[in-house]
């Protein structure tokens, strides 16, 4: 009887065992993915992104390349990735859903283009931190932004985005920093609450926004413009 407790014991900590590698495989190789992608994406001029090299499978392997912060130094699972100021040109690399725990992305002063992915919101679900500002993105502010509900920090200033500014962003109540200034936005300014309230350099150089702490919206037409 004993024996074969011992035996039951053995095997049930050899399934969990087996079972936490599996998982630890699994999270290591999305976030391989993640990078993977984010370096194909982007064209690369002032190569930054060289020194990232997928040939070693060690743990820990992706937490040395430039940008990258994982949760712990020896796993790779990716916390947070800085790519600012490196000249990179391209879209927003859909594949950094991958990195299934992502909490900071930030890809400001580059020469990124195109529309930020509508889907955005279930790209980086547990971003604290989204920073796109001084690129080059056009087309609207996705509403799925406001699925975000972790964000401290939104930053989409100095691009060509255009369109209204999303209401529904007013319901991320954790936002203490937001900035769409210097784009060619239209419309109503929503009403935040919490830490952050509204100032108006948050909307600067936006010539048809109005409300808030802007100059009054004239008429309905001015609101839904």
């Not at 283009?113 to 080059?136: H, M, Q, W, Y």
């Not at 954790?174 to 300014?189: D, H, K, T, W």
Request: some cysteine; charged content about 15%.
């Amino acid at each position: 009887m004993l024996r074969n407790r011992a035996v039951d014991c053995l095997v049930a900590g050899f399934v969990v065992m087996l079972l936490s590698c599996k998982s630890f495989t699994f999270a290591a190789e999305s976030d391989l993915s993640c990078l993977r992608s984010i370096k194909k994406s982007f064209q690369d001029p002032n190569k930054y992104l060289t020194s990232w090299d997928f040939s070693s499978r060690s743990e820990g392997a992706i937490c040395r390349f430039i940008g990258i912060i994982c949760w712990h130094p020896d796993e790779n699972s990716v916390l947070s990735i800085n790519l600012s100021n490196m000249g990179l040109k391209g879209q927003f690399p859909t594949g950094i859903k991958n990195c299934t725990s992502l909490t900071g992305l930030d890809l400001s002063f580059n020469q990124i283009s195109g529309e930020i992915p509508t889907n955005v919101g279930s790209i980086v679900p547990f971003a604290t931190t989204l920073d796109l500002s001084s690129n080059k993105f056009t087309g609207r502010i996705p509403k799925s932004i406001a699925n975000i509900s972790y964000l401290n920090v939104l930053k989409l200033d100095h691009n060509q985005l255009s369109g209204q500014i999303p209401p529904e962003l007013s319901l991320l109540g954790r936002l203490r920093e937001f900035s769409v200034a210097s784009n060619l936005l239209i419309g109503a300014v929503p009403k935040f609450g919490g830490k952050l309230g509204n100032k108006a350099d948050m909307y600067a150089n936006n010539t048809g926004l109005c409300g808030g702490p802007l100059k009054p919206c004239s008429s309905t037409s001015d609101k839904l413009r």
